[in-house]
């Protein structure tokens, strides 16, 4: 079955023109990376010879994909949209809140006995609006679009930052917050800063014990967990036509861990090979006849230095295998150095736990590659020193492994295969003892190794590997065993050694599947009635925000001046504040609790001027709302850093804060406030900052007058009767006014919907 070809279709036929069109403006070559973007430009935006960086730019994706914890504010704010169907295809994925625990089909059963009120909303939300639903146990988000939905070209946008996984697939694909979905699904244009360019030359051809993990272990190292902020990762070179298309896809997925927008390869064989594996040799076909126009221009490959912003070169021929980490997965350490380094630094060097799969490694290869390892230790009776699981992609990898004899083999040596989830990879891993905090070393193929990521131990020391690397890790016990050098005892008391892995690129018998999990929308979903439980502690539909009153804002309340870095919210994709994702009363419960108050230096602890009594941030701005009275928060430099995107500014707008102001915003909480309908600010003068005393009461004057450009006054009226006034900028469009004035975007959205 292929999905949306239609759409395909369309965006194939217009594509050559569009890219044409560019050239011609710019009158010079175009990366890959370059001809997507023009390719997708918003019909509303006039096409312009952009600056990187620099330019805010609308686009229109072709598609949405959304994970089952990121979903549900989305979908509640698109059911306020006003419209009877998604604008452009749009999926559901239930991945995220299946805990892996003991085995795959407890796991799964106790997942869905856990949060079926949540699995029913998004099926009956997705069936009503026309979005297509997979069920718990059909696998990770990531891994289910690049077999149905990922095609060379497009662009599409999904709630989770991993979404870069489908760039293997030569997408532009891009991580976003919901309410970024939202606007996409509602027919709006998508906003985004023009891209800078990463171009890396990959020369030679992977072989042996290296795979393209280490690839991205490699480019981690160099340009840190932050050296890709801002850019496109665009990779080209002998080597990488040389490599499978799920190997692209595994680099591209761990982009996200340098801050990279997105990272794609240009269309090749091994791409078409893929789609033709998975059904959509249709799609191939259609790629086919436009190939020249989804790769770059010859010329930017043959000097990169003149088109892309940074060039990085790697020789895969001469690449080792790398371990990257503890706490970060930049620290790379190619295997080689591993025992000197380890040594050095006091990590354990016992291994507890070794895991593959994920979104980043659970493909056929990525298995098959791991099962040849597991082969050998039954066959050499070597008998694994550590703690092996297994988390298939999806349930199209699992059926099949499980066909071609690799669960059978990895259960040979005591694995775990858990459910088709994200799992120990998000932090979802009931793991045994780890709350005893003991320090100890585990070894896994994902992307993320932050510290308590994956069991919630702040002395688990992850380190992050290959499959294959993990495998014979796993097999050794020890994170100093290097499988290309070093020998192993086996239960005979003989020394031997591991061959290097072999696997196939996809499966020589072709995937299998009996029941892939998806449910299709109803053709007309206006009699489908979405339920949530007016009582649930878990979901709660939302009322549009009201309109401002066309007045300037007179006796704000001073919630809290927040000092120091300040991330708005504290929600961990699987910590405790994950359940209520979908209850905006109860997670606005988490406002502001890490933010330091200014005046005391602690957290969570203002003054409440209703009771005259310290207390936590959330219960001070109920108070405030109880009373009538709105709110005004103030901020230090880049305000909204690190946030969970749509809550942090919905929780405040919520709970009545009526306005933000901080000396410098992150870019996404800044336009998550203006969507919210509240104002974002910034002091013209910082030092204005230091003039906000603890008692005030606030006034913003100059709404009536509001405008691009215009800056508005905060008057600050003093507990000893004095007053200071300064001004403050801020960087609304006519727009993004408009959704000011409406109450929220939303409300705009639902006020054209109805005409």
Same mark, same amino acid.
């Given at each position: 079955m292929i999905f949306d070809l239609d759409m395909i279709k369309k965006v194939y036929a217009e594509f050559p023109a569009k890219v044409d069109k560019a050239k011609a403006l710019l009158n010079r070559p175009l990366t890959l990376a370059e001809k997507i973007l023009f390719a997708h430009l918003h019909e509303s935006q006039d096409l312009q010879n952009f600056e990187r960086g620099k330019s805010y730019v609308d686009f229109a994706p072709d598609r949405v994909a959304m994970q089952d914890a990121t979903a549900q504010m989305a979908l509640l704010q698109f059911m306020q949209a006003g419209r009877k169907k998604v604008a452009v295809p749009s999926t559901v994925h239930a991945d995220h809140l299946i805990q892996a625990k003991i085995g795959a089909d407890k796991d799964l059963q106790e997942a869905i006995n856990k949060n079926n009120e949540v699995y029913n909303f998004l099926a009956s939300v997705s069936n009503k609006y026309g979005l297509g639903f997979w069920k718990p146990g059909a696998g990770i988000i990531h891994q289910v679009v690049l077999e149905n939905y990922a095609f060379p070209g497009g662009m599409m =946008?999904?709630?989770?930052?991993?979404?870069?996984?489908?760039g293997g697939l030569g997408m532009i694909a891009i991580g976003v917050g919901g309410a970024?979905?939202?606007? +996409?699904?509602?027919?709006?244009?998508?906003?985004?800063?023009?891209?800078?360019?990463i171009g890396v030359k990959l020369t030679g051809?992977?072989?042996?014990?290296?795979?393209? %993990?280490?690839?991205?272990? %490699?480019?981690?190292? =160099?340009?840190?967990? %932050?050296?890709?902020?801002?850019?496109? +990762?665009?990779?080209?070179?002998?080597?990488?036509t040389a490599m499978s298309c799920t190997g692209k896809g595994t680099i591209a997925n761990m982009g996200a861990e340098i801050g990279a927008t997105t990272s794609t390869f240009g269309y090749d064989d091994s791409m078409s090979r893929y789609l033709s594996g998975t059904g959509r040799a249709d799609v191939a076909a259609l790629a086919d006849t436009i190939k020249t126009y989804l790769n770059a221009d010859k010329e930017c490959y043959d000097e990169p230095e003149k088109y892309f912003d940074q060039v990085i070169e790697i020789d895969l021929d001469t690449l080792e295998p790398h371990l990257n980490g503890p706490f970060t997965p930049d620290l790379a350490t190619p295997i080689s150095k591993m025992k000197e380094e380890a040594v050095k630094n006091g990590w354990p060097l016992e291994v507890k736990v070794g895991l593959i799969g994920s979104c980043t490694n659970s493909s056929y290869e990525d298995i098959s590659r791991a099962a040849s390892l597991a082969k050998q230790a039954v066959e050499k009776h070597i008998k694994p020193k550590a703690q092996f699981t297994i988390t298939p992609g999806s349930e199209q990898v699992r059926f099949t492994i499980e066909r071609d004899g690799f669960i059978e083999t990895f259960e040979k040596i005591g694995a775990n295969v858990f459910a088709n989830a994200c799992g120990p990879c998000i932090g979802q891993w009931s793991r045994e003892g780890a709350e005893l905090g003991e320090k100890n070393t585990i070894v896994h193929s994902f992307n993320r190794n932050f510290a308590k990521r994956a069991d919630g131990n702040p002395n688990t020391y992850a380190f992050v590997g290959s499959p294959e690397l993990v495998t014979a890790i796993a097999i050794a016990g020890r994170l100093d065993f290097n499988p290309i050098t070093d020998t192993l005892t086996n239960e005979n008391g003989e020394q031997v050694k591991l061959d290097e892995p072999t696997g196939f690129e996809l499966p020589p018998n072709g995937f299998a599947v009996e029941d892939a999990g998806f449910?299709?929308?109803?053709?007309?979903?206006?009699?489908?009635?979405? =339920?949530?439980n007016?009582?649930? $502690?878990? #979901?709660?539909? #939302?009322?549009?925000? %009201?309109?401002?009153?066309?007045?300037?804002?007179?006796?704000?309340?001073?919630?809290?001046k927040a000092k120091g870095k300040c991330t708005t919210d504290h929600i961990s994709m699987a910590g405790p504040w994950l359940r209520f994702r979908g209850h905006l009363d109860n997670i606005s419960n988490n406002m502001l609790i890490g933010a330091v108050n200014a005046f005391n230096d602690k957290t969570d602890n203002v003054l409440n001027e209703v009771s005259g009594e310290y207390g936590p941030v959330p219960a001070t701005a109920r108070a405030y709302k109880a009373a009538?009275?709105?709110?005004?928060?103030?901020? $230090?430099?880049?305000y909204g850093e690190g946030s969970s995107r749509e809550h942090a500014a919905m929780e405040p707008r919520f709970l009545g804060v009526r306005a933000v102001v901080v000396k410098s915003f992150a870019r996404i909480h800044e336009t998550n406030l203006k969507k919210q309908g509240m104002l974002a600010l910034t002091f013209v003068n910082k030092a204005d900052y230091d003039k906000v005393q603890e008692k005030d009461t606030i006034d913003i004057v100059g709404l009536t007058e509001f405008a691009p450009g215009k800056n508005l006054t905060i008057v600050l009226h003093h507990a000893d009767g004095t007053t200071d006034s300064f001004e403050v900028a801020h960087s609304y469009n006519a727009q993004q006014i408009g959704w000011f004035v409406a109450g929220s975007a939303l409300n705009l959205i639902k006020m054209h919907a109805a005409g």
């Open positions: =946008i999904g709630t989770d930052s991993h979404t870069v996984n489908a970024d979905a939202v606007d +996409v699904m509602a027919g709006m244009a998508w906003e985004l800063k023009w891209p800078k360019l051809k992977l072989n042996g014990w290296t795979s393209p %993990k280490d690839v991205i272990l %490699k480019v981690a190292g =160099i340009l840190t967990v %932050k050296g890709g902020t801002g850019a496109i +990762v665009e990779y080209f070179g002998e080597g990488v449910q299709a929308p109803a053709e007309d979903g206006s009699s489908v009635e979405v =339920i949530v007016p009582a649930s $502690d878990r #979901l709660q539909l #939302l009322e549009g925000f %009201k309109p401002w009153e066309g007045t300037d804002l007179t006796g704000l309340k001073l919630l809290i009538g009275l709105g709110s005004i928060v103030f901020g $230090d430099e880049n």
